[in-house]
Protein backbone atom coordinates (compact mmCIF):
# COMPACT_ATOMS: atom_id res chain seq x y z
CA UNK A 1 0.00 0.00 0.00
CA UNK A 2 1.09 3.37 -0.57
CA UNK A 3 -0.10 6.53 1.48
CA UNK A 4 0.24 10.00 0.69
CA UNK A 5 -0.04 12.71 3.51
CA UNK A 6 -0.02 16.01 3.05
CA UNK A 7 0.72 19.30 5.62
CA UNK A 8 1.04 22.85 5.39
CA UNK A 9 -2.55 24.42 4.60
CA UNK A 10 -4.58 26.69 6.37
CA UNK A 11 -6.14 30.23 6.16
CA UNK A 12 -3.84 33.17 4.73
CA UNK A 13 -4.67 36.77 3.82
CA UNK A 14 -4.17 37.81 0.20
CA UNK A 15 -0.92 38.22 -1.25
CA UNK A 16 0.60 36.01 1.76
CA UNK A 17 2.24 32.87 0.92
CA UNK A 18 1.75 29.30 2.39
CA UNK A 19 4.13 26.09 1.81
CA UNK A 20 2.58 22.84 1.03
CA UNK A 21 4.06 19.30 1.64
CA UNK A 22 3.57 15.42 0.51
CA UNK A 23 4.78 12.93 1.85
CA UNK A 24 4.73 9.21 0.15
CA UNK A 25 5.36 6.02 2.07
CA UNK A 26 5.00 2.29 1.73
CA UNK A 27 5.30 -0.06 -0.56
CA UNK A 28 7.62 2.09 -3.01
CA UNK A 29 10.60 1.08 -5.25
CA UNK A 30 9.95 4.49 -7.81
CA UNK A 31 7.88 6.95 -8.25
CA UNK A 32 7.42 8.69 -11.66
CA UNK A 33 5.37 12.23 -11.79
CA UNK A 34 4.29 13.81 -8.83
CA UNK A 35 1.63 16.81 -8.76
CA UNK A 36 -0.71 19.12 -7.34
CA UNK A 37 -4.68 19.66 -7.80
CA UNK A 38 -7.14 22.03 -6.53
CA UNK A 39 -10.90 21.51 -6.28
CA UNK A 40 -12.90 25.01 -5.41
CA UNK A 41 -16.72 24.32 -4.00
CA UNK A 42 -18.55 23.99 -7.51
CA UNK A 43 -15.65 23.46 -9.61
CA UNK A 44 -13.52 20.25 -11.31
CA UNK A 45 -10.59 19.53 -10.28
CA UNK A 46 -7.92 21.00 -11.45
CA UNK A 47 -4.39 20.67 -12.10
CA UNK A 48 -1.83 23.32 -10.44
CA UNK A 49 1.40 21.82 -11.57
CA UNK A 50 3.01 18.86 -11.60
CA UNK A 51 6.82 17.24 -11.99
CA UNK A 52 8.84 14.72 -13.15
CA UNK A 53 11.19 12.83 -11.39
CA UNK A 54 13.63 14.40 -13.10
CA UNK A 55 12.69 18.03 -12.29
CA UNK A 56 10.89 18.84 -15.42
CA UNK A 57 7.94 21.01 -13.99
CA UNK A 58 4.71 21.82 -15.49
CA UNK A 59 2.27 24.60 -13.95
CA UNK A 60 -1.11 26.22 -15.21
CA UNK A 61 -1.29 29.22 -16.77
CA UNK A 62 -3.22 31.31 -13.34
CA UNK A 63 -0.23 30.53 -10.82
CA UNK A 64 2.78 30.76 -13.28
CA UNK A 65 5.17 33.36 -11.01
CA UNK A 66 3.44 32.93 -8.23
CA UNK A 67 3.72 29.29 -6.96
CA UNK A 68 6.53 26.62 -7.53
CA UNK A 69 6.23 23.20 -7.41
CA UNK A 70 9.74 20.94 -6.49
CA UNK A 71 10.47 17.61 -4.98
CA UNK A 72 12.92 15.70 -2.57
CA UNK A 73 13.22 12.30 -4.16
CA UNK A 74 15.31 11.08 -1.22
CA UNK A 75 12.20 11.83 1.15
CA UNK A 76 9.78 11.31 -1.60
CA UNK A 77 8.10 14.63 -0.86
CA UNK A 78 6.87 16.92 -3.20
CA UNK A 79 6.21 20.71 -1.95
CA UNK A 80 4.02 23.15 -3.68
CA UNK A 81 5.10 26.99 -2.61
CA UNK A 82 2.39 29.43 -2.70
CA UNK A 83 3.24 33.21 -2.83
CA UNK A 84 1.01 35.95 -3.85
CA UNK A 85 -2.18 34.24 -2.86
CA UNK A 86 -5.30 35.26 -3.97
CA UNK A 87 -8.99 34.31 -2.85
CA UNK A 88 -9.59 33.02 -5.93
CA UNK A 89 -6.84 30.45 -4.97
CA UNK A 90 -8.95 29.11 -2.28
CA UNK A 91 -9.82 25.12 -2.86
CA UNK A 92 -8.84 21.94 -1.32
CA UNK A 93 -5.33 21.08 -2.18
CA UNK A 94 -4.50 17.21 -3.65
CA UNK A 95 -1.43 15.76 -3.99
CA UNK A 96 -0.74 12.86 -6.54
CA UNK A 97 1.51 10.41 -7.67
CA UNK A 98 2.27 7.80 -10.02
CA UNK A 99 4.35 5.24 -7.62
CA UNK A 100 5.84 1.88 -8.57
CA UNK A 101 5.14 -0.66 -5.96
CA UNK A 102 7.55 -2.92 -7.50
CA UNK A 103 10.61 -4.13 -10.04
CA UNK A 104 9.34 -4.02 -13.58
CA UNK A 105 5.75 -2.95 -12.59
CA UNK A 106 3.09 -0.58 -13.62
CA UNK A 107 2.56 2.94 -11.78
CA UNK A 108 -0.39 3.51 -10.30
CA UNK A 109 -1.82 6.63 -9.75
CA UNK A 110 -2.37 7.63 -5.82
CA UNK A 111 -4.00 10.85 -3.79
CA UNK A 112 -3.72 12.21 -1.04
CA UNK A 113 -6.93 13.26 1.26
CA UNK A 114 -6.51 17.06 0.53
CA UNK A 115 -5.73 20.32 2.56
CA UNK A 116 -7.54 23.14 2.58
CA UNK A 117 -6.09 26.17 1.31
CA UNK A 118 -8.56 29.41 2.26
CA UNK A 119 -7.29 33.04 1.09
CA UNK A 120 -9.58 35.42 2.89
CA UNK A 121 -9.02 38.74 4.41
Known amino acids: QVQLVESGGGLVQPGGSLRLSCAASGSIFSIYDMGWYRQAPGRQRELVAA???????NTTESVKGRFTISRDNAKNTVYLQMSSLKPEDTAVYYCNAAVVIRFLGRPGNYWGQGTQVTVSS
Open 51 to 57: ITSGGAT
